[in-house]
Each structure stands twice: as structure tokens, then as C-alpha cells.
């Protein structure tokens, strides 16, 4: 008998979001999310805690197969291996802390929460599928809640933001799909499921093998999202509700990385003589972000905008970690996208708790909040710490192991990428003393600080960050499981 662990994880949020849709009171309707997405955190932390870390990549647990589609090879086919276990652990947690957040929305909330919880479950969709087509099917569901989140729910700019949004990353997801049709229709297997047409890439010319991988790679870039292909991001980021924000951030950037160690670094062993060029690509544009996040996040003037352009930063690690293709650099890749979802919460929900009551992002009207709002002040010093790589907190293994794998292949990115960690640094602190230090300014007038519903999660996440800082082996562990046996992967 199959598990169906996977299928409740999966379908538990569209029941809730079903149910929160049509139900009109806000004091109801939060409830009814906040239950259904705390139901499949503790599925999702039952199977952690059962989770085999010595089966590393492609040895699937807990998996579910039933046809589907059998005439083209296509099935209802989950499972989860040490690249994903710990993306549907950061999914799991981060939804009913979000929720928790946004207990205090009153604009149309049965829908603002049923949207939450269908973006959830798009997200589960992405990092269980084993098949490409229902993989597809929910990369692409991600886009619709978070399309709504911002048009509705977002800034003055709204609008622009949404089709923005929307356009970059549909057209890309088209382009990845082609991709993907030109891997089936190549390898003559007859099935979408994911291993095997790893497998039976090799056999394809190398032609057409450069360009099934930059056509997925292009998909997967404008997801994370690389530079130049970023522009959507800060955009988005600037006009989504605060819980899009942190969504956005904390999980769906991270489908992109997924997909580099999923699909891409399996497909690079059977480059051959493109190998070279492709991972020199793949280093390039990891260090332009890291680079250019970096700087464009010191020109700017909005707190919210600033932590947006540190998000294109920080993902451009994951593409390095990856471009290095050796054991350190990729698990520390892997952790990354797990760090940096965590870390990343806590600075959205600051600074929505800051646009909330102090009604300003900018920075240079702000000043002296510590005196205003404490809590929210450890907090967020918790979490820009954490942003710079402060040792002893999560962030800081990621970035350690990324770095110190990419200098054993790839030197001269590495010490690239670590001038970018000294300008990192440089911002943040820049901007926690402007904002929370110094004077306190008086036009702001009386303001309050952080409520229970909004410092909880935070807190919650801040532990989090702290906790696996200090002892990463539980997450850290299945990842350089997963690295150290992916095909080609330099053991160092």
C-alpha cells in the first residue's frame, strides 16, 4: 500500500482554502487557515522525523505513483529525497507563521487567506513532483494567488507590479516548458518522470542538449531571479502585501534553486565538452548577482526595496554553490535556500510592521525607533545579523560553506563573492543605524510597538535562525547527503 502522507501535505491547503473562501467572517476564516496549514506542518515534521538522511539524491521516500495520463507517460507521481524534505519542512513552517502575521487583515480576508493557502500548496506541489508535467502544472499554479495578493491587496503601484510579475515569470515558465517538451520528445521514453529523463539525457546530441539545458536554466534564472533577469523582484516585493512579500521571498524564490539541483546539475555530468562553458555561465551570472544585489541594495532609500535587492544577492550564492559542482559548495548551496527563507521572513515582517505603524518605509525619515518599539527592534537586528552572515546564526553556515567550496574551483569567483559579503554587511548595518538608532523622530508622531500576533512569528523564526546557526547537522546533514552522490559532483 502507497503512503498518501504527500497527498494530505499537498491537498490539505486547497481543502482549507476552499473552505476559508466562502466563509465571510474574518474571525472564522482565519481560524479555518490557520488550522489547515498547521495540519500538514506536523505531517510535514512526522515525516522529518522519520526521514532516512543517508539516502541522498534521487532515493525517494514516502513516494505515491498512480497513472495518470498513460498514453504519454504522464502520472500523479510524489515523493521527497534529501534535495527536498527540507524546502517542504521551510514551506510548512513558513505559511501558518505568515497567517499567524496576518491575523489583523480586514480587507476581504477569506480571500486573502484562501490565497495564501493555495500559493502553499502550489509550492508543496513543486518541490514533491516527481513528475515533469504536474510539476509544471504547479510551478505555474504558484503564479495566480501571488498574482492577486499583489493586485489586490498591494501598493499605490500595484497594478504595474502584478502584470509585471505575472508576464516575466509566465514567459519564462513558457520557455522552461519548451525545455521540457523538447527533453520528452528527444529521449524517446515515453514517460515525464523526472529521473528517467535525467537518465535518458545523456543518449541526446550535444547539440540539442545545450539547448534543452538553457532553455530550463533560462526558466529557473528569472524564478531565483539572476540578474539581469531581476527586475520584476524589487517591484513585486515594494507593492505585495506584506504576507505575499514574505511567501514570495521565503519559498517561491527558492523553486528556482530547486530546479538547478533537481534538473540542471544532473543534465551537466552529460554536457561534455559544453560542461566547462556551462558551469563557467552558471559562476558568472551567481557572482552578478551577488555583486550587483549587493550595490543596488546600498543605493536604496526604502527599507522594504533594500531587503528585496539583498534577496537577489543572497539567491545568487545558490547559483555559485551550484556553479563550484563540488560537495561543499553544493550542500552549502542547498542550506542557503533554507537559511535564507528563514532570514529573509523576519526583515519582510519587520519592515511590514514598521510600514504599518510608522507609515513610511524610507529610511532617512525614520530614526530612534528603539525607543518607540523594542520588540520589534531585537527582532529586527536578529534578522539583519543574520542577513550579513553574523557567525553563530544560520546564514552564516550557508555563505561559509558556499565560499569555501567555490575557492577550491572556482577561486576567483569566490573572492568576488566575498567582496560582496563585506558590502553586505556595510548596508545593513547602514540601515539599522539609520532607522532604529540615533534620535528618535518626532514627526513620526506616537507610534506603537509590534503585537502579540506579529512578534510570535517573528520570534518564532528568529529561534530558527538561531537554533540551526548553532546546530545546522539536522538540515545540513541531508543536504550533503543529497550533494554527494547528484552525478559529476566533485568529492572534496
Known amino acids: 500500500m502507497q503512503s498518501i502522507y504527500l497527498s494530505l501535505i499537498l491537498f490539505l491547503p486547497l481543502i482549507g482554502a476552499a473552505l476559508t473562501f466562502f466563509i465571510k467572517p474574518r474571525e472564522i476564516a482565519r481560524v479555518v487557515a490557520l488550522v489547515f496549514s498547521v495540519i500538514p506542518l506536523f505531517i510535514t515534521a512526522m515525516l522529518f522525523s522519520r526521514f532516512n538522511s543517508d539516502l541522498g539524491f534521487l532515493q525517494f521516500q514516502f513516494a505515491e505513483n498512480y497513472t495518470w495520463i498513460s498514453s504519454l507517460g504522464i502520472n500523479y507521481s510524489l515523493g521527497v529525497?534529501?534535495?527536498?524534505?527540507?524546502?517542504?519542512?521551510?514551506?510548512?513552517?513558513?505559511?501558518?507563521?505568515?497567517?499567524?502575521?496576518?491575523?489583523?487583515?480586514?480587507k476581504d480576508a477569506n480571500q486573502y487567506f484562501a490565497l495564501l493557502m493555495i500559493l502553499q500548496a502550489g509550492v508543496f506541489g513543486v518541490f514533491m513532483s516527481l513528475d515533469f508535467f504536474l510539476f509544471y502544472i504547479f510551478w505555474e499554479l504558484t503564479l495566480i494567488p501571488l498574482y492577486f495578493l499583489i493586485s489586490i491587496w498591494g501598493g499605490p503601484n500595484k497594478d504595474y507590479a502584478a502584470i509585471k510579475f505575472f508576464i516575466y515569470t509566465h514567459v519564462a515558465s513558457l520557455v522552461m516548458l519548451l525545455g521540457i517538451f523538447a527533453l520528452y520528445f528527444s529521449t524517446n521514453v515515453n514517460t515525464f518522470y523526472i529521473p528517467d529523463l535525467l537518465r535518458a539525457f545523456a543518449g541526446i546530441d550535444d547539440v540539442m542538449k545545450v539547448a534543452i539545458f538553457l532553455a530550463i536554466f533560462f526558466g529557473f534564472m528569472v524564478k531565483m531571479p539572476t540578474v539581469p533577469f531581476h527586475t520584476w523582484l524589487p517591484d513585486a516585493h515594494v507593492e505585495a502585501p506584506t504576507a505575499g512579500s514574505v511567501l514570495l521571498a521565503g519559498v517561491l524564490l527558492k523553486m528556482g534553486g530547486y530546479g538547478l539541483f533537481r534538473v540542471l546539475l544532473p543534465m551537466i555530468q552529460d554536457m561534455g565538452t559544453y560542461q566547462g562553458q556551462i558551469i563557467t555561465i552558471m559562476a558568472f551570472f551567481g557572482v552578478l548577482s551577488i555583486l550587483y544585489g549587493t550595490f543596488a541594495a546600498l543605493a536604496q532609500t526604502d527599507l522594504k526595496k533594500m531587503v528585496a535587492y539583498s534577496s537577489v544577492s543572497h539567491m545568487g550564492f545558490v547559483m555559485l554553490g551550484a556553479a563550484a559542482f563540488n560537495v561543499i559548495s553544493v550542500s552549502g548551496a542547498m542550506f542557503q535556500q533554507f537559511s535564507h527563507g528563514l532570514i529573509t521572513a523576519v526583515l519582510f515582517m519587520s519592515v511590514g510592521v514598521i510600514q504599518h505603524n510608522v507609515h513610511t518605509r524610507i529610511i532617512s525619515e525614520l530614526g530612534g525607533l528603539t525607543k518607540k518599539m523594542p520588540k520589534?527592534?531585537?527582532?529586527?537586528?536578529?534578522?539583519?545579523?543574520?542577513?550579513?552572515?553574523?557567525?553563530?546564526?544560520?546564514?552564516?553556515?550557508?555563505?561559509?560553506?558556499?565560499?569555501?567550496?567555490?575557492?577550491?574551483?572556482?577561486?576567483?569567483?569566490?573572492?568576488?563573492?566575498?567582496?560582496?559579503?563585506?558590502?553586505t554587511a556595510g548596508y545593513h548595518l547602514w540601515a539599522l543605524q539609520r532607522a532604529m538608532f540615533g534620535s528618535f523622530n518626532e514627526k513620526l508622531g506616537d507610534i506603537k510597538d509590534t503585537v502579540s500576533y506579529e512578534w510570535i512569528p517573528m520570534g518564532i523564526l528568529v529561534l530558527l535562525i538561531i537554533y540551526f546557526g548553532f546546530n545546522p547537522a539536522p538540515v545540513s546533514d541531508i543536504f550533503q547527503a543529497a550533494s554527494s552522490v547528484i552525478p559529476g559532483v566533485m568529492q572534496i
Open 81 to 106: 529525497d534529501s534535495v527536498s524534505m527540507p524546502l517542504i519542512l521551510l514551506n510548512a513552517i513558513l505559511c501558518p507563521l505568515t497567517i499567524i502575521y496576518s491575523w489583523g487583515e480586514h
Open 376 to 423: 520589534l527592534s531585537f527582532i529586527m537586528m536578529g534578522g539583519f545579523m543574520a542577513s550579513l552572515g553574523l557567525p553563530l546564526m544560520c546564514g552564516f553556515v550557508a555563505e561559509f560553506l558556499v565560499l569555501t567550496g567555490s575557492y577550491l574551483t572556482l577561486p576567483v569567483y569566490a573572492i568576488l563573492a566575498f567582496l560582496g559579503i563585506v558590502a
